[in-house]
Every structure is written in structure tokens, then in C-alpha cells.
């Protein structure tokens, strides 16, 4: 049986594996992630490229099906600024918090710009742009 303190503690130990692993091999770091965007250095692309690979193989023995349905119309949008804040700040959501964690404290720059982009795309959704969220639940 599930409780909440088994997948509360599942989540911790997952997030510091992740946390540990990322670090170690220098996924973490500002320089890497540039060096992936600017196309100077494939390691990490491909790294990327790898997990898809596995994950399409863990889903097809699942045998995981998903019905492909309608296209959000936020996805396009929300891709372009996420890979874009990506790109200027060196991270994803989970990025900055392995930086500061590991002492890279400019990060948290990064992270309360991640706050401030999700209230600002909850109020500009709801204020101009009242879209389905689907399954975002924004």
C-alpha cells in the first residue's frame, strides 16, 4: 500500500540520485549547457537523445499506448520560451536547484525567474488567453 510518506520519501531519494548523478557528470555546470546550445559539444545532446531512446524502449515493453490527441495551443509557445530560458540561464526547473545545491548560488537568480514566469503565465492565461490548461492544471 502506498502512503504518503513512501512517495514522499521516493520522490527524495529519486531527486538526490538525480541531483548526484547530474553533477557528476557536469550537467550542472553553466558552461556545459552552452556548449550544448551552441553546438560545440554533443555529449549532452545526445545524452538526452539516449534517454529518449530508453524511455521509447521501457514504454513499448510496458507496452505503454498513448493516443496522440490535439495539440495544445499553448505547447508551441511554451516550448519556444522554455528552451529559450533554457538557454540564457543555463537551466531547466531542476537544473538551478543541483547549482545552488551545489554552491553555484547565481542560480537562485534563475530559480525566482522560474516563479515569476509561472504567476506571470497563470495571470496573462487567465487575463488573455483563457485556453484549456488540460491536464497542466494552470
Not at 101 to 120: D, E, K, N, Q
Amino acid at each position: 500500500m502506498r502512503t504518503r510518506g513512501a512517495i514522499l520519501l521516493a520522490n527524495i531519494l529519486t531527486g538526490l540520485a538525480l541531483g548526484f548523478t547530474v553533477t557528476n557528470i557536469g550537467f550542472g555546470d553553466y558552461a556545459e549547457l552552452n556548449r550544448m546550445f551552441t553546438f560545440q559539444d554533443l555529449r549532452m545532446f545526445l545524452a538526452f537523445a539516449g534517454a529518449v531512446v530508453i524511455i521509447v524502449c521501457v514504454f513499448a515493453l510496458l507496452r505503454v499506448r498513448r493516443t496522440p490527441g490535439r495539440i495544445h495551443a499553448g505547447v508551441i509557445p511554451g516550448a519556444v520560451l522554455f528552451g529559450t530560458g533554457w538557454a540564457i540561464s543555463g537551466g531547466c526547473p531542476a537544473i538551478p536547484i543541483i547549482q545552488v545545491a551545489s554552491g553555484y548560488l547565481p542560480a537562485v537568480v534563475t530559480i525566482l525567474g522560474i516563479a515569476l514566469g509561472m504567476r506571470l503565465c497563470r495571470w496573462a492565461g487567465s487575463r488573455y488567453f483563457p485556453l484549456d490548461s488540460g491536464s497542466c492544471g494552470m
